[in-house]
């Protein structure tokens, strides 16, 4: 909390993306999980006092909130959840205006995400820091109603983008709901992802054109309901990260192919980076000793201001133990950050 109030604290705060690693450290599978707050609860809050990092991040899988906007989704049982693409939500345009935004207290997966919020917050809130995700941003979870190479192929061909708007709103509004409800239970921060909105998939002039403003909008009405959000796109977001920072967004969550020392430079200083060591190499494939080196350089990139030392993405389930260790632990040596 003293990072996002623009204060040095006592040591950059360690917030790695554990989810698919919490719960194989904690001997589950992701099937023991998906419908089971309880257990999710405890793999979550086993990593934080095996290792000693100082919050969560809430996070089952990149369907849910499109399963409660009416998607099919595929249940697996050692990966993540992902949307089943045979059977899409918005086949025709005339689908848009039938849907409703679901109710994060009582549709799909929604309550579970919010219960394991609810559970860790109660159990661990006055001694962790936790970001409750609110599933993914309003692009990408356009991409994921109406298919991505689908929706791909409307941004190119559309003539009237008018109906591609319509859907980014809905989903725009749709994740608004699940963003304020993390708050209602306790998160201390939420967060999406718009990965298909980055330069991996989309050029930066169709990001400005269909998911800078829905990603703005999105972040004023939660951040004006009393909680932080955090945004983060996957990849080498080099050509958007300017624009990213005009959102307001307080945390902006960097993969690991950003250079931090751009990323600070580039968004405005209150603005908290998150991230950004290489979740495969150090942390799986490297050394204890390599990824000590990777997070001192992040820290010495950033200077240790505006900071939530991260991983660049989810770590895999597959992470030497010993390598997310020597991550908490560098952080202590090299996080100490003097006036």
Known sequence: MAVLNGELPDCVPVIPQTFMFAIENAGMKMA??????????????????????????????????????????????????????????????????????????????????????????????????????????PFTLACMLRGPQQFMMDLLTEEDPTPIHALIDYCRKACAAFAKAQKETGAHATSIGDAFAGPSLISPVLYRKFALQPETALTKEVQDFGIPLSIHICGNTASIISDMGKTGARILEVDWQLDMELARRSVPNNTVLMGNVNPSDPLVLGTPESTSAAVKEVIRKTGGRGLFLSSGCALGRNTPPENLQAMVNAVRKYGIISE
């Open 32 to 137: 023991d999980v998906v419908h089971n707050p309880a257990k999710m609860a405890d793999a979550l809050i086993h990593g934080m006092d095996q290792f000693g990092y100082d919050g969560c991040v809430i996070d089952f899988d990149v369907a849910t909130l499109a399963e409660a906007c009416g998607a099919k989704v595929i249940f697996r049982e050692n990966d993540p959840v992902v949307v089943d693409e045979s059977d899409l939500v918005v086949k025709d345009w005339s689908a848009v205006d039938s849907l409703r935004v679901p109710d994060p207290w009582n549709d799909g997966r929604l309550p579970i995400w919010l219960e394991t919020t609810r559970i860790i917050a109660q159990r661990v809130g006055d001694r962790a820091f936790i970001m409750g995700r609110a599933d993914q941003g």
